[in-house]
């Protein structure tokens, strides 16, 4: 299988010289679910896991492998299995914030060219939700192309396309329809031979549908929206890379119904640009924006000159960063004040005995 029709490339094969002294093989990771891959490699698709190197000397779950990853690997073509030793440097990375109250990153994928951010025209237009995204994607240092999906249960979608052009920023928005195929071809016309695009959005956002019209075949499974409250059911459930007819790769992923940031803050200025250009020119440079004398954001707001709904999602994204690295940074203080206390408790012990 000749791993050029995946992305690989010469600046992957420098990178891979060592690995190949050593008799390994490179593979791009087509599908990871919990410590079970699927590779693609000289030899074909393999089955693969983890070395026990690789899994013990990982100091979180984001040094692993991810869907869209190249690993460096020992293969046994004829089991049609794989060890997995290394991971290959990635040129960017798609992270976010697990979801629930862990603070702890979660790679959605690897190596992405391209960010295709999935927002459904069946319902009214969620701006700041698609602001995260946007934010994501521009953390990571991945062009962001906002797709509107589902044109075809639009009665009029110019409503929606217009307020996605009003957060897009630098960003492209297109309109399609996997039905009709309204919008297909430039969508596809940007995902050139050996790029590599991530398709995220939220459930029921017709991702899957959309990656089977790409595909030409129906190869991921689609579910009906619910009517009552138009909440979508995740029909795919877990992440994957295709390779497209066109020669371009496509990473699908499950839908995700919260997005908190990692590391976001420059994803947050580049996408409230307008917003964080004013903050710049505050009288006080430690401004909250929260009535403070001479605050330029405050005084942009009630002019009228900025949003006052994009002025709100700043700040609590804003705020969300900084509660995560305060957090973040507490922690091994934290963890020595417990440590210490564990120690003089001990050595108190023997005293309260005599």
């Not at 039905?179 to 899957?208: F, H, I, M």
Request: glycine share 10%.
């Amino acid at each position: 299988m000749p791993l050029t029709r995946f992305g690989w490339d010469p600046d992957f094969e420098a990178l891979f010289e060592n690995h190949a002294r050593e008799g390994l093989v490179p593979g791009r990771v087509l599908t990871a679910t919990r410590e079970s891959y699927r590779l693609a490699t000289p030899f074909g698709e393999l089955a693969a896991e983890l070395s026990g190197r690789l899994r013990f000397a990982a100091g979180s779950s984001a040094e692993l492998p991810a869907v869209g990853d190249w690993v460096a690997a020992r293969a046994f073509p004829g089991d049609g299995l794989a060890v997995v030793d290394a991971v290959l440097p990635r040129r960017t990375a798609l992270v976010r914030r697990a979801a629930g109250r862990r603070d702890e990153a979660q790679l959605l994928a690897a190596n992405v060219d391209l960010l295709l951010v999935a927002s459904p025209l069946d319902g009214d237009l969620r701006a700041r939700r698609l602001e995260r995204f946007l934010a994501l994607a521009r953390e990571a240092g991945v062009p962001p192309v906002v797709v509107l999906t589902k044109a075809d249960l639009a009665a009029d979608p110019s409503a929606s396309l217009a307020g996605a052009l009003e957060v897009a920023g630098d960003a492209a928005v297109l309109v399609v329809s996997a039905v009709t195929g309204d919008g297909l071809e430039e969508l596809a016309a940007l995902l050139a031979p050996g790029r590599t695009a991530a398709l995220l959005g939220p459930s029921g956002a017709g991702k899957s549908t959309l990656v089977n019209a790409l595909l030409g075949a129906t190869r991921q499974a689609t579910r009906e929206v619910r009517e009552a409250d138009l909440r979508g059911r995740h029909a795919t459930t877990h992440r994957e890379l295709f390779a497209l007819p066109s020669g371009a790769l496509l990473v699908d992923t499950p839908g995700l119904r919260e997005l908190a940031l990692w590391d976001g803050a420059d994803g947050i200025a580049a996408t409230y640009d307008e917003v964080s250009t004013l903050a710049s020119t505050c009288r006080f440079r430690d401004c909250r924006h929260e009535g403070e004398p001479g605050c330029a954001v405050l005084e942009a707001a009630e002019a009228g000159v900025v949003d006052r709904d994009r002025v709100a999602a700043w700040e609590k994204l804003r705020r969300e960063e900084e509660a995560l690295e305060m957090r973040r940074s507490l922690g091994p203080a934290r963890a020595e004040r417990l440590r210490w206390k564990r120690i003089m408790g001990g050595a108190k012990g023997p005293e309260k005995m005599r």
